[in-house]
């Protein structure tokens, strides 16, 4: 069990997300960075998609009540277990009465508090997600508090101290052209990939906003709503692009110019509000081969966990 003592941010339970039920108007919704939330569950030999908190814009003090593994992936983070530095991608294992405080975010948006066996709670369609608007799933549908008590999937268990290479962080984000790309004018093109885009403080995890000079398409389209998935770069009338991310609605009617490919969602999500985000075009061949290169990063972490003692 873990005890919650205080909440200066926002915190929730997260797994990698809840599929299937588009259909219905369900999000799929789950860990903003879903890479550094499966990175953290290997160093700690849990399954990929074990339940996890993930923790944003501020701090969050918790006491364990027995030997409990745990790690941050992530944002790195200022911690302190017992008033001992604890750090980003560093497995430890907290004793009983021990108390964790993460004082702050220092760079990232989005760190992962993982535990050994993962957190004990209900699956609501198939996923242990929290979907905040939704208010089902996680722990009672909503953020933590202080007061709140978790369980853990693992009781009184003991790992041995282990590091991994964290996650870089970059704001050179890759993406591939989408449906509507020709739509757009040369100039609104070429703009897209060139030039840096400021990220707006009214993003969140619904979509990611950017500012500067407006797109243009080269006539105004008639679109039918479609399928949208997280990643989706939307275009809407003023020209600025949206990037539609976990808890995005499922349908959408804007233009599309683009989508981020799937290894590089979670490197955008870390991005800091009000810095500048450069896109990069690539083909749908090399989305793969990134792809597998984020697969062999946590074939890594198997390894030199089978391997630690």
């Known amino acids: ?36 939330l499966q990175a953290g569950n290997l160093l700690l030999k849990n399954a990929n998609n074990a339940p996890a908190l993930e923790i944003t814009a501020g701090g969050l003090t918790l006491t364990f009540d027995c030997n409990t593994p745990f790690c941050f992936t ?89 590091a991994i290479e964290p996650i870089d962080f970059t704001s050179r984000i890759r993406a591939t052209a989408s449906s509507e790309y020709e739509a757009f004018t040369a100039d609104s093109r070429e703009r897209f990939w060139h030039q840096g885009w400021k990220l707006q403080a009214n993003s969140n995890r619904m979509g990611y906003r950017f500012a500067e000079k407006a797109l243009k398409l080269t006539t105004s389209l008639e679109m039918l709503s479609y399928a949208a998935p997280s990643g989706t770069v939307q275009v809407p009338p003023d020209g600025q692009p949206i990037v539609l991310l976990a808890d995005a609605q499922t349908t959408g009617g804007y ?43 946590l074939d890594s972490i198997r390894r030199k966990v089978n391997e630690a003692r």
């Open 74 to 162: 992530g944002a790195l983070v200022e911690a302190e277990l017992d008033g001992i530095p604890v750090f980003s991608y560093f497995r430890y294992t907290a004793k009983a009465r021990q108390t964790l405080t993460l004082k702050r975010i220092a760079t990232g948006n989005y760190a992962y508090l993982c535990v050994s066996g993962g957190f004990l709670v209900p699956q609501v369609l198939g996923s242990a997600s929290t979907d905040l608007k939704a208010q089902f799933g996680g722990f009672q549908g909503r953020m933590l508090k202080a007061g709140d008590n978790l369980p853990t999937g693992l009781r009184d268990t003991q790992l041995s101290m282990l």
């Open 255 to 297: 233009p599309k110019i683009a989508c981020i490919i799937q290894a590089d969602l979670g490197r955008l999500a870390q991005n800091p509000f009000g810095s500048a985000v450069q896109f990069e075009q690539v083909s749908r061949e090399q989305a793969v081969k990134i792809y597998q290169r984020d697969q062999d990063y």
């Open 1 to 36: 069990m873990i005890y919650i003592e205080k909440v200066q941010g926002f915190a929730h339970i997260q797994d990698l997300g809840r599929y299937g039920y588009r259909h219905l108007g369900v999000s799929h919704g789950g860990a903003m960075d879903t890479l550094a």
